[in-house]
């Protein structure tokens, strides 16, 4: 849980509780850190937020609608059809980004406010987690958690899958895409499958599920600069976008977001050890 041990970024010390103003502060105006483990959270952070699965699932989720929908045709081939397919997926863009985001920092808030301001900075199981619902849950905080990973499980399981199948496929070539039916595209739908299962039998292992999910969040914070940057370097491409290529305006945001994802993969290595 990234978000958890985010925690720490809006502490000012264990055992006392956190005022909103200190909080907002904190959250702000977080205390910089040289060590390796700061470093590592700061990846984390980045990754749960620019998570490179998303990349595929949402890439190929337009290309499939192309050939689904009536009418619908790739923009370079249909330019009357960019305005509004270009202003649904701005809306859906911003939208999901200020939800996701605004869940985030309640996160980190209400944890720095139970667990760190408690001492407690190293979450191991998910009874620990839920403490952080205790507060406002009172004796329901693990009912109402479980609940919570039970949603979060049911929401992220069908894309996690879903956007391995289509990389895989992508990568090999073989048919994809959920429109299809089995007999039409044995390999994406077997790849899907093999990734739901592997994600249940690791629940069998002596795994640490908080540690497992802090370090892929890390992993998708070091993959997701040379993903960035080669979608950047592609949306940039005339051959490519045709008249799309991306404004001067997004390009210097998209550059500057591949920037910092890539000095802190550097920035975690470098202080490895301290």
């Known amino acids: ?71 619908r045709k790739p923009l370079k081939r249909a330019p009357a059809q960019a305005k509004s397919a270009l202003r649904r997926i701005r809306i859906d863009t911003y939208l999901g980004m200020a939800i996701s985001n605004a869940v985030g920092i309640f996160i980190v808030v209400s944890t720095a406010a139970t667990l760190h301001a408690h001492g407690v900075t190293n979450i191991q199981t998910s009874a620990q987690a839920a403490e952080a619902l205790r507060p406002i849950a009172g004796p329901l905080a693990f009912a109402a958690f479980a609940l919570g990973i039970v949603g979060t499980g049911l929401l992220a399981v069908p894309v996690l899958a879903g956007s391995a199948a289509y990389a895989l496929g992508e990568t090999f070539g073989w048919r994809v895409g959920l429109d299809r039916k089995l007999g039409r595209a044995p390999g994406f739908y077997a790849a899907i499958a093999a990734a739901t299962l592997i994600g249940a039998l690791i629940n069998l292992t002596g795994l640490d599920p908080i540690k497992a999910l802090f370090w892929s969040a890390v992993i998708n914070g070091l993959v997701a600069a040379p993903v960035m940057a080669m979608t950047m370097l592609l949306a940039g491409r005339r051959d490519t976008m045709g008249r799309f290529t991306l404004p001067w305006p997004l390009a210097l945001v998209g550059w500057g977001a591949t920037a910092i994802m890539a000095a802190a993969g550097v920035a975690m290595f470098a202080t490895m050890g301290h």
């Open 1 to 71: 849980m990234a978000d958890a041990r985010a925690a720490r970024l809006c502490g000012d010390g264990a055992g006392r509780r956190h005022p909103n103003g200190a909080a907002a502060r904190g959250a702000l105006l977080p205390r910089l850190s040289k060590s390796g483990e700061y470093a590592a959270l700061f990846v984390a952070v980045l990754g749960t937020t620019i998570s490179p699965y998303l990349f595929f699932w949402q890439a190929s989720e337009e290309a499939e609608e192309v050939g689904t929908e009536p009418g």
